[in-house]
């Protein structure tokens, strides 16, 4: 592949919702193009975007692929699949962040859904051009008048007609293109239209959507606009150059028609990227962690910003990267300011899926890989040393599901650990920590399926032998009243004695204020020197707590008097004095169980409320309220932890795909007397059991 220039180059992320035939959207791209020889499909696992085996093997896009392909021999597309499922939306989001336009894949059955909501949301999110397909239009029950209206009445008047349909449904090959006014006539085998004139039942629609489109076009520019007063009309060409420019700029967001796996519009969708969207020339300027624009300039100092993250058998780590400016080559050093080290560049490739290209040099505006950097990741931006600079990094969404995960057999901590780190590289969307009170490593994520692949990598690539359960619930213990010890400590068996009165109340303090140990001793009874040791005690015992195990909160321990021996009372004679004294106050002083509460958003559609307000109250959830954004409902909730195992997938299960939610750690609250004796039997037979 030879090196292209910035103002050829065009980077487009095919996003949308799962299951509208995004890869196979870029398969018949690769295939018109000449990159394939043979078109790719997702049934019979041979495609060159979801090449990996969890994708071939669940029929499934995972990982943003990244394909390059040549265009009429003068213009190199890369494009961007990326998966459409929320559990993998980090790479959505990565895909989006380096692209210069988003073509937003929508079912021409489903039409509107969660997922075309998000994607939007991103490419606003990153101030890119947007245009949209309605594809799959080759199915039966489509109906692309629903879905253009639906995302029409959502997105605003911006969204325009570009293309409609002809015999939409099974056998689907005919477009009347409105730029032309001319039906484009696909061949299934080749991708190659011809012309025809438009029927005779069409030309008035036609003509209408076509002096729509002249008054959108106008309406982006005040010297069209008033051209268009003066003459009526635009020329062709004035026509032409004011919807690139209105893309551009994000005042025109037009929709086309494919039938992907038919090849039917997508060679006319390759011609609209070369005519009609921007080069990473005209992209905006990338603003700087050093607050600095930084232009995509051919002849600037050199930065790429890194990606995505991915390691392959036989291949190694690998870095995938666009290049912001200047131009990167094999073997140059550059530095990474965030992690201050400097990486020696090796190898760079063009990559098309599972397939390398090395090359020498990549320009402003490119996108390639390297293999084995030093100690650069996901988010790293790599920079000429005389003027390093940082590119913002995205933002990942927090996570919504947790597991934990249990190795069957010793001394594999460290291969457990390697692989949980390569998994957060390569999703950084994916999250691990070794909890020390619960005594379980925690993974977690956007979805049961992201935590499944991680922990199926972790199996298949470090060989360990792990399991993946429900993760322990972080209970608290407290109290609700007042009560007091007076606990003797008393060792007589030959040789030193040990003893140790303490005298101890327990008192409740307000949510969050922890634990607190105070002494009021007067006199003469105690020495004061045996204050820490009391303390030592009372922070032991509350460690874990007299009820059921669980770390006691927002208590006061107040030492208020007690005894002491001129010979046998020491330090560690208080210490158990005041580990049991402490005890026993707690438990006078109407002890009770405090449970983590999370705040969920759920987004819904209005046909699913019933079914998900149901879900909700039988996990003990309590409704906070509810907003309306588009077609969705945001339903706001308050629900323990301990119901919220799997949300996810069971959210998804009962609306068919079509909610999701977000949840975040509220507060902690008084467990239910009934569920609280459930917990303490449950606690009792752990420890019996150990």
């Known amino acids: ?56 093997d669940r029929q499934h896009s995972i990982s943003t692929s990244i394909l390059a392909v ?55 999110q990153f101030k890119i051009p947007r245009l949209f397909t309605i594809n799959m239009l080759d199915k039966e029950h489509v109906d692309f008048r629903a879905a253009f209206d639906a995302l029409k009445s959502r997105f605003g008047n911006h969204i325009t007609l570009m293309q409609i349909p002809i015999g939409e449904g099974i056998g689907f090959h005919k477009i009347a293109d409105i730029i032309r006014k001319k039906v484009l006539v696909f061949d299934t085998k080749t991708g190659k239209y011809t012309h025809e004139e438009i029927p005779a039942n069409l030309v008035g629609e036609i003509d209408q959507l076509h002096q729509e489109l002249v008054e959108q076009v106008a309406e982006t520019d005040d010297a069209l606009m008033e051209k268009y007063f003066e003459e009526g009309s635009l020329t062709e060409d004035d026509l032409r150059a004011g919807l ?175 692989g949980l780190v390569m998994a957060h590289d390569e999703d950084p969307t994916f999250f691990f920590e070794v909890d020390p009170e619960l005594g379980q490593t925690i993974i977690s994520g956007q979805g049961e399926l992201q935590l499944q692949i991680a922990f199926n990598k972790l199996k298949d690539r470090y060989k360990v032998d792990v399991e993946m359960v429900e993760p322990k619930i972080a209970y608290r213990e407290t109290i609700k009243g007042s009560g007091e010890s007076k606990y003797r400590h008393k060792k007589q068996s030959g040789g030193a004695g040990q003893f140790a009165e303490v005298w101890l109340r327990a008192e409740p303090l307000t949510r969050g204020e922890g634990l607190v140990f105070t002494d009021t001793l007067v006199g003469q009874n105690v020495d004061r020197g045996f204050v820490p040791s009391v303390e030592k005690g009372v922070r032991a015992a509350a460690k874990e707590g007299p009820l059921a195990g669980f770390p006691v909160v927002d208590v006061k321990a107040v030492f208020y008097d007690g005894k002491m021996h001129p010979v ?13 004294a402490f005890r026993e106050a707690f438990l006078q002083a109407k002890p009770c169980l405090l449970e983590p509460i999370f705040d969920i958003d759920v987004t819904v559609p209005e046909d699913f409320m019933g079914d998900v307000l149901g879900d909700i109250t039988a996990r003990r959830g309590r409704i906070g309220g509810m907003e309306t954004d588009g077609h969705f409902q945001i339903l706001k909730a308050k629900v323990p932890l301990a119901n919220l195992y799997k949300y996810s997938t069971v959210l998804r299960s009962i609306t068919q795909g079509k909610a999701s939610h977000r949840q975040k750690f509220s507060h902690y609250e008084e467990v239910p007397r009934e569920e609280e004796q459930k917990i303490i039997a449950a606690s009792k037979r752990a420890k019996d059991e150990d």
């Open 1 to 56: 592949m030879k090196e292209y220039h910035v103002k050829d180059i065009r980077n487009i992320a095919i996003v949308g919702h799962a299951a509208t035939g995004k890869t196979s959207l870029v398969e018949a791209m690769l295939y018109t193009t000449g990159a394939t020889t043979r078109l790719g499909s997702v049934s019979e696992g041979n495609t060159k975007s979801d090449y990996l085996p969890y994708e071939i």
């Open 70 to 124: 040549e265009w009429n021999n003068n213009f190199k597309f890369n494009i961007l699949d990326a998966p459409g499922s929320s559990d993998f939306i980090g790479d959505a989001l990565s895909t989006v962040r380096v692209a210069d336009v988003g073509l937003i894949s929508v079912s021409g059955t489903a039409g509107l859904e969660m997922g075309t909501e998000v994607m939007w949301a991103f490419c606003e």
């Open 244 to 418: 690139r420019d209105g893309i551009i700029h994000k005042q025109i967001f037009p929709v086309f028609c494919t039938a992907a796996a038919a090849l039917v519009g997508v060679t006319r969708l390759m011609e609209i990227f070369e005519k009609y969207v921007p080069s990473p020339a005209e992209a905006l300027p990338e603003i700087t962690e050093e607050n600095t624009e930084l232009r995509c300039d051919e002849k600037g100092n050199a930065a790429a910003y890194v990606f995505k993250t991915s390691s392959e058998a036989h291949v190694g780590e690998m870095s995938f990267f666009r290049v912001y400016s200047g131009k990167v080559v094999s073997n140059m050093d550059l530095s990474n300011k965030s992690r201050d080290t400097s990486e020696r560049l090796g190898h760079i490739y063009v990559v098309n899926g599972h397939d390398r290209v090395e090359i020498n040099a990549l320009v402003a505006g490119d996108i390639g890989a390297t293999v084995k950097l030093k100690d650069t990741h996901t988010g790293d931006t790599l920079a000429d040393p005389k003027s390093p600079v940082v590119i913002k990094p995205v933002h990942y969404p927090p996570p919504n599901i947790q597991a934990a995960i249990i190795a069957k057999a010793k001394g594999e901590e460290e291969k457990i650990s390697t």
């Open 568 to 580: 046998d009372s020491k330090d560690i004679a208080f210490q158990i004095a005041g580990k049991h």
